[in-house]
């Protein structure tokens, strides 16, 4: 008889596929570049965990673990959660963010913050049963789950950016900027920052790829999510020979449309607006298969996190931001996070009683 595996046994699920049995865990990126199939969980910080498992199938296949009983879920109220910046400390650095581009330092910023609540009981804490919820309640073309425990990671996401996609030597990625309910929201700040960011991932890829082969096949498309419209590019090239994980990732990460150009002084602009880390959201989650030369690393949006070490107790996370620029409105940009929220939040938590 098939049997799921228990809560803490890990698992990782991708692209129609779920991985157990797992080998061995590491922060190298150079493992990438070996053999096997790896989920991979990059924190916005730097921080990589790579998990190689022994079995990969398809799901639904008979010896597949079923997808998990969302009951094994049991997400914080409504209104439990509680964001790392509040409202005036998130306009006050929009404003803050604006008077950064007068003064010439940068371009665009995003300005993030962290939506934490406590988990109500942990041995209803399933971040597989989660993964389940959002499978249902807001599908996502990069869904996934990581659950490894042991090594403190827990995530699921339902992730709509591409950060990077391989197939061989090609190497692709979506950058997502411009947000809103319908497509008549969008702005011209709006089309104007996604070609801002397309122009800092054809950067960022030329670092790593041939030369003359980086090339934007798709500028600023309108793409439907549940509950939103998004502006979607496509930059894609051809890595030099030898380039590996190590390289690309040093070239690319963390992704350009969740940081700001120059990334370099957005980064800075970020350290010192944000008053939480922002672990796996804003880094990439997704799968590599080292065998075949092919992967798909989401950018780690809509995604949320258990931190099972939180000196309060067992905690979830979520993350949520906009794309900043000179013509921004602090409070529309405000009401965008809210908007990007809401829908996750509804599928993750139990109704106010």
């Known amino acids: 008889m098939n049997r799921p595996p228990a809560p803490s046994a890990a698992i990782a699920r991708f692209a129609g596929r779920v991985a157990t049995g797992l080998l061995d865990v590491t922060d190298d990126p150079a493992a990438l570049d070996s053999s096997g199939f790896w989920a991979v969980v990059a924190d916005f910080e730097g921080r990589l965990t790579a998990a190689r498992f022994a079995d990969v199938r398809p799901t639904g296949s008979a010896a597949a673990p079923a997808p998990a009983d969302p009951s094994g879920w049991q997400g914080p109220s409504r209104d439990a959660w509680h964001s790392s910046l509040d409202r005036d400390g998130y306009t006050d650095g929009v404003r803050a963010i604006r008077e950064r581009i007068a003064a010439g330092e940068v371009y665009q910023a995003n300005l993030c913050r962290v939506l934490s609540a406590p988990l109500p009981d942990p041995a209803l804490a399933d971040v597989d049963a989660l993964g389940t919820r959002l499978a249902h309640g807001n599908p996502a073309p990069y869904a996934g789950t990581v659950r490894l425990p042991a090594h403190g990671v827990e995530v699921a996401t339902a992730s709509p950016e591409l950060f990077l996609e391989r197939r061989g030597d090609l190497v692709s990625s979506g950058p997502i900027k411009g ?39 798709d500028l600023c498309a309108v793409e439907k999510h549940p509950g939103l419209v998004h502006l979607v590019s496509t930059v894609e090239g051809r890595l030099r020979p030898g380039a590996g994980w190590p390289a690309l990732l040093d070239a690319t990460f963390p992704p350009g449309s969740v940081t700001g150009a120059p990334k370099s002084s957005a980064l800075r602009i970020i350290e010192a607006l944000e008053t939480a880390p922002r672990g796996p959201y804003c880094g990439a989650v997704g799968w590599v298969d080292a065998d075949r030369g092919e992967a798909v690393l989401a950018v780690g949006i809509r995604t949320f996190w258990l931190d099972r070490t939180d000196a ?42």
Request: a negative charge; hydrophobic letters at 35%.
């Open 179 to 217: 947000t809103g309910r319908t497509e008549a929201d969008l702005l011209d700040k709006d089309y104007a920052e996604n070609v801002m960011i397309v122009d800092l991932v054809r950067n960022d890829l030329g670092r790593v790829c041939r030369t003359g082969s980086v090339t934007v096949p």
């Open 312 to 353: 309060a107790g067992p905690t979830v996370r979520f993350g949520t931001g906009a794309g900043i620029t000179w013509g921004s409105d602090p409070e529309r940009e405000w009401d965008e996070t809210e908007l990007k929220a809401a829908r996750l939040l509804a599928v993750a938590s139990e109704p106010t009683n």
